[in-house]
């Protein structure tokens, strides 16, 4: 993560403080969270500390300072540019994509299709990990194309991975990235941030259904890759676009192959699932009819 693609959302004092955090501990951020009349806080990869006006991290939160409603008003200016009206229909979903294809979550009062009185933000940094998918990428792409589910609980990789795969399958194949959120290239000004492959193609903003739809229509793509399916209209593109002879990677919240079964979805529709375990790891590989689990 690009240090200088945060700190400049934050002002005043507790922009001094996120300015201060060592260049050494900032790589290691995964959330950075901001709730009114507590101190801020950032999660690391295996705990949670509270910024300290000097940029020191604490475990003891009585210790740090608290955030006022000004320095929530002040940022969320900030990560809607100061022009708040045109972020409506972000708002209205509960987050916003910022430059560098991190998220910033919302959490308020919803009213009138809109969330008001926003009390806490939650900045959750992306990370482009070039090479996290190759050993995924040898597993199931060595001799050729498939459709590939990936599975695990939040916070896992499961869209770091997905990012990486596509720089791997977009420097051989037509590759098309349904990037819903904003999360996987990382679009700016039309241009995407993160590498995603020589051959990839970006539907930016559109929901995982339209961007499907309209890739098979004019993309002819070999591969459409998209985030965190679930819906009924997701699989519903998911089976047209495979019906096309198009293969789709995904992803899903789901801790187990089991867990998939009780959501409907399982080998019939991939045929090949990869479940990412909370530490990165691959806790269980199905390709086809053959179950391997890791120790």
């Given amino acids: 993560m690009k240090k200088e693609e945060l700190?400049?959302?934050f002002s005043g004092e507790i922009g001094k403080a996120v300015r201060n955090i060592s260049d050494?501990?900032?790589e290691d951020i995964r959330e950075i969270r901001l709730r009114v009349g507590r101190p801020?806080?950032?999660t690391l990869?295996?705990?949670v500390r509270y910024i300290m006006p000097d940029g020191n991290l604490t475990y003891a939160a009585e210790t740090a300072p608290e955030i006022s409603p000004e320095d929530i008003k002040r940022t969320f200016?900030?990560?809607c540019q100061y022009s708040i009206h045109s972020y409506q229909k972000e708002i209205s979903e509960g987050f916003i994509t910022v430059k560098g294809g991190h998220r910033v979550g919302l959490c308020g009062t919803f009213s009138g299709g809109t969330v008001k009185n926003i009390g806490s933000l939650n900045f959750r940094a992306a990370r482009e990990i070039i090479g996290c998918s190759d050993e995924l990428f040898g597993q199931f792409f060595g001799k050729g194309l498939c459709s590939?589910?990936?599975a695990g609980p939040p916070g896992s990789g499961k869209t770091t991975v997905l990012r990486d795969l596509s720089r791997n399958l977009g420097r051989i194949y037509r590759t098309v990235l349904i990037d819903e959120r904003g999360e996987?290239?990382?679009v700016w000004n039309g241009i995407p941030q993160n590498d995603i492959g020589i051959n990839t193609d970006v539907f930016d903003g559109y929901n995982k259904y339209d961007g499907i739809m309209t890739a098979v229509r004019v993309m002819s793509p070999q591969v459409i890759i998209c985030d965190e399916i679930g819906t009924e209209s997701d699989l519903a593109a998911v089976t047209a676009a495979s019906h096309s002879g198009i293969y789709v990677i995904a992803s899903i919240h789901a801790s187990s192959s089991d867990e998939l079964g009780y959501k409907g979805i399982g080998r019939h529709m991939f045929g090949n699932i990869a479940v990412l375990s909370e530490t990165g790891s691959y806790s269980e590989i199905i390709k086809g009819e053959r179950t391997v689990k890791n120790a």
Avoid: D, M, R
Wanted: with cysteine; aromatic share 14%; proline share 0%.
């Fill in 40 to 42: 801020a806080a950032v």
């Fill in 7 to 9: 700190i400049c959302y």
């Fill in 24 to 26: 050494g501990f900032f």
């Fill in 148 to 150: 590939l589910l990936i």
């Fill in 45 to 47: 990869k295996n705990s």
């Fill in 77 to 79: 200016e900030a990560v």
């Fill in 184 to 186: 996987l290239a990382a």
